[in-house]
């Protein structure tokens, strides 16, 4: 198992500005992924990040927006760029543990607020 | 793209009813998963389905994949309070490591 820890909780923004967003993870992982969560919505896939590697952005999702840091195999940081009220959601982490199709592990989740 | 359906949106039972909700995928799937989110929590991980036709049970939970690896269901049997939460799936298309969520159903139960 994993066990993620995810900071900030919560956070209330004004527009124009950035927040970023960190997630620890107790051991080793190849990969983390970021997600958002939209109020009362399903999980969408923001990107993938690889230690050593640039991370993977999904369809709509662009690194000038939500740039991503992984710095070794135990962190990662994802920030929301020059946000708008459209950006108020639940950002999740998650990783895997063992085998590349097993299950997801996630943070707390950060929930931000923009006004 | 992959596309994964879940319904319904919303269910609301009395205490001790049971509860199923559907899982439909555009494509067949390699696997399929199951999470639960608390209200205020997060995705938490209960069960995964690989094999065509396959059923899995825990405790009052009762997991089926299709035979054609297309679709899914969870039922839950004599609904506590404790089982209030958002139920989402996800599935896998052959040959692609992302996982595609569906839109979750969100039960809530009159104790």
């Known amino acids: 198992s994993a066990v993620i820890s995810q900071k900030p909780s919560r956070d209330i923004c004004q527009r124009g500005t950035s927040l970023t967003i960190q997630c620890q993870v107790d051991?080793?992982?190849?990969?983390m992924f970021w997600y958002r969560q939209q109020p009362g919505q399903s999980l969408t896939l923001i990107a993938t990040?690889?230690?050593?590697?640039?991370?993977?952005?999904e369809s709509g999702f662009v690194i000038d927006k939500f740039p991503i840091s992984r710095p070794n195999l135990t962190f990662s940081t994802l920030t929301v760029s020059n946000m708008s009220p459209e950006d108020s959601s639940i950002y999740l982490c998650s990783t895997r543990v063992g085998a590349d199709t097993g299950e997801l592990f996630f943070g707390e989740g950060s929930r931000l607020t923009v006004l | 793209g992959q596309q994964v359906m879940q319904i319904p949106q919303y269910q609301h039972v009395q205490e001790g009813e049971d509860f199923t909700t559907y899982c439909n995928s555009s494509t067949t799937l390699s696997n399929i998963q199951w999470y639960k989110q608390r209200p205020g929590g997060h995705p938490v991980f209960l069960i995964q389905?690989?094999?065509?036709?396959e059923v899995k049970k825990q405790k009052r939970l009762t997991f089926q994949f299709g035979e054609a690896k297309k679709n899914s269901s969870l039922h839950i049997t004599a609904t506590q309070t404790t089982d209030v939460g958002t139920y989402f799936c996800a599935g896998r298309q052959q040959g692609a490591q992302k996982l595609v969520f569906g839109q979750g159903t969100r039960l809530t139960i009159n104790p």
């Open positions: 389905l690989v094999k065509s036709g």
């Open positions: 051991s080793q992982v190849t990969m």
């Open positions: 990040a690889n230690q050593g590697s640039e991370a993977t952005y």
